[in-house]
């Protein structure tokens, strides 16, 4: 006797060695011995031999039309053996039985298993549906199929452009354009940017390393890096105009100005020192359109050749301190002794008188170490800033800080977008400028004494403010008025900066609802509150690892635009270099073991601007000239 039973999902076939009414010993064809179930027996059978029953019904069963099948058999449940009989008109033999019951399992479409060896046919509405999901299927693999083909010959399928941020930033597996970029990919060797650049779907790798970016942070979904429509700003309630001058000291490219200073000299020698701080907060409130876009916004983002601001352009314009204009500002005025010392300090809401915008390209050439140690010539705002300055070294020294600390240096990127290299639009320009020239420390010197004045007002009013606190050499946000160690105060509050972060707009609403004798908006535990500064914090700092990245994406442009084949840099640690003409740092594999600040010329084989990345060569070590670079920077001192 042998048998055809059920087993963990599939037919198996055996001859019986014994029965044991509720189970059977079954010897199958491979010689291996089983315990079967009664229950999973279905068939009963002498003859033919239980390989060949397998054999022939798998062949008879490919033969069986599966429509006819459906059409034929009954609408209620029913076993394989009954529909057996039906079918083939007679008694079935062991093998048509078997056959249609493998032809019955093999289409769970049509037939739906109700038990072992029971079925019931699949309603006419279901087996359409099923049917025509297989056939999309069928179809979906096809056109697959043919766009990885496309993609392998060079050819974007027509498919692709809508999707095409999808594709490179954030895929969907389910979707078939991302299968076959995938299979594509799989076949050539090559990654998803790579392969996509033969296609010519990226002819321009700035906008490919842009498109990220704007695709996580500035979706297409949530308008892009266009404002939604938002109602104007409140008129500022009316407020005394400050009897001032005041000028603010920027680069060339800077539109939010955000700060300006003045000095009224004093007849006993000393001076008054206005520090004057734009005022949105007085007409943007917390709950408003435009407090929402700042919110969302956090701050503006800053990269060579463009920027994404916080606030729409016109609202900026409204409120920056732009020479000629008198506009809302928070002004905290030192009181300052003849010797520099600091004898008060008063905060005001008031409107100040603007009366010009100095730009760093102008004013350094007349105004650095050599023209003060030497004798300043004749220019707008000598003495002012001469003044400032001498302050400001005292504020640094009353921080315990060195005016002797290296200073790392800045870097302007200058891209002109009229012009068409080989690389796409636009050509750069890099100019060095070291940090430390005295308008830095005049400029920062004062920023870090307003932010640590209003943190410490707000801390000493139990104001809640967003703080910058500096322990172990940690810099983080916190609402706690802790200590900034690295600047060398007691608490430091980013007040300075309204229009282009948004930690200084809500500090600043939280200033002036104090100056205002109001409730502030803020409690130091609300939600909002709390929130504000987790979103801020997490943004910033990708903000600013954009901004990185892309200084990186453009001095590989200049290296490229100058056809630099040899570059001269100064080892960091291991197999890292930064160039000494640009603020790259790259990994040279075959760099031998050097100490830091070593200098080495390098032989730049390629430049990959898709993965941003340049593999350089050492071709030999240089003398070393002029003091070691130094690579660590303080970025809290604005």
Same mark, same amino acid.
């Given at each position: ?52 029953? $397998? ?228 007409? $943007? ?354």
């Amino acid at each position: 006797m042998n048998v055809l039973f059920e087993e963990d999902g599939a037919f198996k076939v055996g001859a019986v060695l014994a029965d044991n009414t509720t189970s059977l010993q079954v010897e199958l064809p491979s010689g291996k011995r089983s315990k079967v179930k009664s229950a999973n027996v279905l068939l009963r059978f002498d003859a033919p031999a239980a390989a060949e029953l $397998i054999e022939h019904a798998e062949r008879d069963a490919g033969e069986i039309d599966i429509d006819f099948l459906w059409e034929a058999c009954p609408d209620a449940e029913f076993g394989f053996q009954e529909f057996a009989a039906d079918y083939a008109g007679h008694k079935p033999g062991p093998v048509e039985a078997a056959a249609l019951l493998l032809r019955l399992h093999s289409a769970p479409m049509y037939f739906h298993r109700k038990g072992r060896g029971r079925f019931r046919k699949a309603p006419p509405e279901i087996l359409q549906a099923a049917l025509a999901g297989l056939e999309k299927k069928r179809q979906q693999a096809l056109a697959v199929e043919r766009m990885a083909g496309e993609l392998k010959a060079g050819t974007l399928p027509a498919e692709f452009p809508p999707v095409l941020a999808e594709l490179l930033y954030k895929p969907d597996r389910n979707r078939p354009e991302t299968k076959a970029l995938e299979a594509a990919c799989a076949e050539t060797g090559a990654s998803v940017p790579r392969l996509l650049h033969r296609c010519g779907a990226l002819a321009d790798t700035h906008e490919f390393h842009l498109g990220r970016f704007l695709y996580e942070y500035f979706p297409a979904a949530k308008g892009g890096t266009d404002f939604p429509p938002c109602a104007p700003p409140a008129e500022p309630p009316e407020l005394p105009t400050a009897e001032v001058a005041a000028f603010s000291i920027d680069d060339a490219h800077t539109t939010e100005i955000d700060d300006a200073f003045s000095v009224a000299p004093m007849s006993d020698g000393g001076m008054r020192v206005g520090i004057h701080i734009a005022a949105p907060g007085l007409g $943007i409130a917390p709950d408003s359109d435009l407090g929402r876009v700042a919110r969302d916004r956090l701050s503006t983002v800053y990269m060579p050749g463009r920027k994404i601001t916080m606030l729409p352009e016109a609202v900026v314009e409204q409120f920056t301190l732009g020479a000629g204009k008198t506009v809302p500002a928070v002004s905290l005025y030192l009181d300052v002794a003849a010797d520099l010392s600091l004898r008060g300090k008063e905060t005001r809401l008031e409107r100040v008188p603007v009366v010009a915008n100095l730009r760093h390209h102008d004013i350094e050439p007349l105004f650095n170490e050599q023209t003060l140690a030497n004798g300043l010539a004749e220019f707008p705002f000598r003495d002012e800033l001469k003044r400032l300055w001498e302050l400001a070294t005292v504020l640094e020294a009353g921080r315990g800080q060195s005016t002797n600390t290296p200073q790392r240096k800045d870097y302007n990127f200058v891209v002109d977008w009229d012009a068409m290299t080989g690389d796409g639009p636009g050509r750069v320009e890099i100019d060095e400028r070291p940090r430390g020239s005295p308008l830095d420390t005049l400029v920062a010197e004062l920023m870090i004494v307003a932010n640590a004045t209003w943190g410490a007002l707000l801390r000493d009013a139990g104001v809640a403010a967003l703080y910058r606190a500096q322990t172990v050499g940690k810099v983080r946000m916190t609402t706690a008025a802790a200590a900034h160690e690295g600047l060398g105060v007691d608490c430091y509050a980013w007040s300075s900066s309204p229009l282009r972060r948004f930690v200084d707009l809500v500090n600043q609403w939280q200033l002036i609802a104090h100056l205002q004798d109001r409730k502030p908006p803020f409690t130091a535990r609300s939600a909002e509150f709390l929130a504000a500064l987790r979103d801020f914090e997490l943004t910033y700092a990708a903000y600013a690892d954009f901004q990185r990245g892309m200084e990186r994406y453009w001095c590989l442009r200049w290296l490229r635009q100058q056809q630099e084949s040899a570059v001269v840099a100064r080892h960091l640690r291991e197999s890292l270099v930064r160039l000494e003409r640009l603020p790259l740092v790259l990994r040279v594999p075959s760099l031998p073991a050097l100490e830091r600040g070593t200098r080495v010329r390098l032989a730049i084989e390629d430049i990959d601007l898709l993965d941003a990345e340049c593999r350089a060569r050492y071709v030999e070590t240089l003398a070393v000239e002029g003091a070691d670079a130094t690579f660590g920077e303080d970025e809290d001192a604005e």
